[in-house]
Structure formats: C-alpha cells, structure tokens
C-alpha cells in the first residue's frame, strides 16, 4: 500500500478527540517544549560559569570538575530510553511536567551542597530529570508539525541546548560575581518551577493527541498502530544501518560541542585573564553563535534537501569537516583577535550536523515509535558524545593543559565524517524498508 493510499485511509482510523487544536496550539507547544528545554540546559550548564569559584573552595582538579559535569550527560545516556519508553506509555505530556519538576528541584539541591559528593549526587539527580527530556520533547514536537519541516524544528528544538547554555553560562557567571555560586542555581531552579507550573496549566494531553492525529494524516502517516513490545522497538532500531550511522556521527560532532560548552569559561579565564562574570559572559556569546548556527544549518539543509532527501548526509559531512579544520587551527594560535574569530566561526557549525541526523532519525523510524528512536539517538549523543567531552577534556587538561586538550578534541569530528559516509551509502535503501514494513503493518 502506498504513502498516499495510508494517508487517505488514515482519518477514518482516528478516533474522535475531545477538543481541537490548530497550527496555533502547535506553535503553542513548540514554544513551552522549546522554554523547558532552555531551563534543561541552564540547569545544566550553570555549573561551568562556577567552575573556577568551585575550583578554588573545594580545592578541585579538573578531573573533578569534568566529572560534575559529565555525570549529567551519563545519567541522560543510562536513562533516556527506559524512560522514553515509560513516557510513551504513560503519557508526553505528564512525563515532561514530572521530568522537569526532578531537574528544576536537584538544581536547588545543588545550591545547597556543601562538598564536592553532595554536589555530585545533586547534578545525578539533575541527569535523571533531564534524561527523557530531549528524546520525549523533540517527538512532540516533531508530531505536531508537517514533514517537511522536520529537519528546520529539530535543529531550532535541539539548538534550545545551546541557547539555554547560553543563558545558564550568561547569568550563573552575572549572579555568582555579584551574589556568589550558590544564588546562581537557585535562580536557575527557580526558573524552571515557574515554566513547570505553565506547562502544566496550558498542555493538555487530549488536545495533543487530536493535533498529531491530524498532522500525521497530513503527512500520509499510518493510523495508529497496536503498541509494540520493547524488545521489538529495539530490534527495529538496532537494524538499521544508517540509523546507527546518524546517531553515531552525531553524537562525535556533539563531543566537540560539550567539551567547548564546558570548559570555554575556564579557557577565558586562564588565557586571557578575565574574571569569572566577564568569562562567563563572553563565553554565552560564543555559545550563543552555535545555537543559532544551528538553527540556521537546520534551514539550510531542508532548503538544499527538499526535493533530494540523501543531501542531508551531504550536508552533515560538510559541517563536520568544516568545524574540524576550523576549530584545529584555531586552539594552535596565539591568543588574541584571530583566534576569537575562528572559534566564532567554528561554534557556527559545531551544531550543524544535529538538525539533518534528528530528522534522518525521524524519517527512518515509524511515528509510534519516535519518542524510543529519539532516545536512542539521546543514549548514542549523551554515552558517545555529551558525557566524555567535558571529562576527557578535563582529564588531558591535567595532563597537557587546557589549551592543549582543546587542540585534539576536534579530530572527533573526522571520526563523524566518516559515519556519515557510511550512513549515505545505506539511507535510500533503509527507507525502501520502512515502507515496506509500515504497508505491511497496515495491511496486517
């Protein structure tokens, strides 16, 4: 059976829906998924604006500090698809409210901790919330709005990390210059319980079912399948080829991206000299360039792709070459002007694979199983990427010093390149299956 014949015969499968809800409320939802995913990545990035303030109290190496970091990537990578799986099953929308209470409260717990285990039980339990959250978020998100712009949302959604680092960074390093670290995570907790308390009163889970409904009519989705058992999930993701490429490939780009997230204040501050608000501040800017870097990547690549959808791996290979040679040359200058620049104009592209492979992940997986395919991709970012970037850098750090260790980090995105020559070969080949599985389960 044809896409277009499963599009025709999907709205007489749907069930009537308690309320309805239009492209307003889709942008509605977009705008509250995106806000709490910018209080995620405060939460979470705060704590490298405090890195040299925690440095000296706690009297730290930056192994440790690595570490504080890295725990939350690692608890994401553990979790993310258990929980994405508990989610679909339980409910989006109340699974995100609670994910976003747990994060929002061990931030507050992290602005209490009075050594270095309190503050590193604190930053788990800040993993543990934000472990789903990406994976379950960006599968609303892309459930609500048409195919076409699933690469164009996928990369402003994840660039939400980006602009909430940004924002983490800015004010935790304002605050902990003028009030000290611990007011820096209260203010960020605080943030978040307001934005849970809005999410809660404005989603509905109903009003959600009925819009993906109707998109996915649209989008010449089938009806909504029977609920799969886990380890068939699985095995349908574990399968296909380019799948595993996109996820690997984006989560060695996305190592790069944590390791200048997290140790760009620390490098401000010791190459040149500047105090921890002013690091922190110049450092959000720099931040601030590859969120939008990776909105604008995400654009470029459903223009280039929307009639030839195999150039999205094009797409992916050209920025992670381009971020490797210019971030390699860049850590081997001088520090001065020059240098700023070609950081500048790596951070532009160091994101810029994350729109194309989230929407290959999209559009190699069937839409009942999204929010699992978008946490394996969270397991593969967060294990190979997200998790070890600040922690090896942290631990060549201590070895050949923190500019040294920024100067190899970058090869990663070699290895990414060449996952992305893998995953291009099998792509065409990996969605003539899906049809095929997706008739096949209708027909059934």
């Known amino acids: 059976m044809s896409r277009s014949r499963l599009a025709l015969a999907a709205p007489s499968a749907m069930p009537a829906t308690p309320a309805a809800a239009g492209p307003r409320y889709a942008w509605l939802v977009f705008a509250l998924t995106f806000a709490l995913l910018l209080s995620d990545y405060m939460s979470r990035q705060v704590l490298n604006a405090v890195f040299p303030l925690l440095k000296a109290e706690w009297q730290l190496g930056d192994t440790e500090l690595g570490a504080l970091g890295g725990v939350v990537a690692l608890m994401v990578g553990v979790l993310a698809i258990p929980l994405s799986l508990l989610a679909d099953r339980w409910g989006r929308v109340r699974s995100l409210v609670l994910m976003a209470a747990l994060w929002s409260l061990a931030t507050l717990g992290c602005a209490v901790a009075g050594s270095f285990g309190q503050m590193f039980v604190a930053r788990l339990c800040v993993g543990i919330g934000e472990a789903a959250y990406g994976s379950v978020g960006i599968a609303v998100v892309v459930s609500v709005f048409p195919r076409h712009l699933r690469a164009s949302l996928s990369a402003a959604f994840i660039a939400g990390g980006a602009f909430g680092s940004v924002l983490g960074m800015g004010l935790g390093g304002i605050l902990s210059d003028h009030f000290g ?264």
């Open 181 to 444: 670290w611990r007011v820096a995570f209260a203010g960020i907790a605080g943030f978040g319980l307001v934005l849970v308390g809005c999410y809660a009163l404005t989603i509905s889970e109903p009003r959600l079912r009925g819009l993906q409904q109707r998109v996915g009519a649209a989008n010449g989705d089938a009806a909504p399948a029977r609920q799969l058992e886990p380890g068939r999930i699985v095995r349908e993701l574990l399968t296909v080829p380019s799948l595993l490429c996109a996820c690997a490939g984006s989560a060695l780009q996305l190592l790069v991206m944590a390791a200048l997230l997290a140790w760009l204040p620390s490098f401000l501050s010791r190459d040149y000299g500047m105090a921890t608000g002013r690091a922190g501040v110049a450092a959000a800017l720099l931040v601030l360039m590859a969120g939008a870097g990776m909105v604008a990547c995400g654009a470029i690549t459903d223009r280039v792709a929307r009639r030839a959808p195999g150039r999205k791996w094009r797409m992916a290979i050209a920025y992670s070459v381009v971020c490797c040679a210019l971030l390699m040359t860049a850590f081997r200058l001088p520090a001065g002007t020059a240098q700023l620049v070609l950081i500048g104009a790596g951070m532009l592209v160091v994101g810029g694979t994350a729109g194309p492979a989230s929407a290959m992940v999209a559009n190699l997986t069937r839409p009942a199983i999204h929010a699992t395919a978008f946490a394996t991709l969270t397991l593969v970012n967060n294990l190979l990427g997200l998790a070890p970037g600040p922690f090896l850098t942290g631990v060549l750090a201590d070895r050949i010093g923190l500019t040294g260790a920024l100067q190899w980090i970058p090869l990663a995105g070699v290895a990414a390149t060449v996952l992305f020559c893998i995953g291009q070969r099998y792509y065409a080949t990996d969605l003539r299956r899906l049809d095929g599985a997706v008739a096949h389960a209708v027909a059934a």
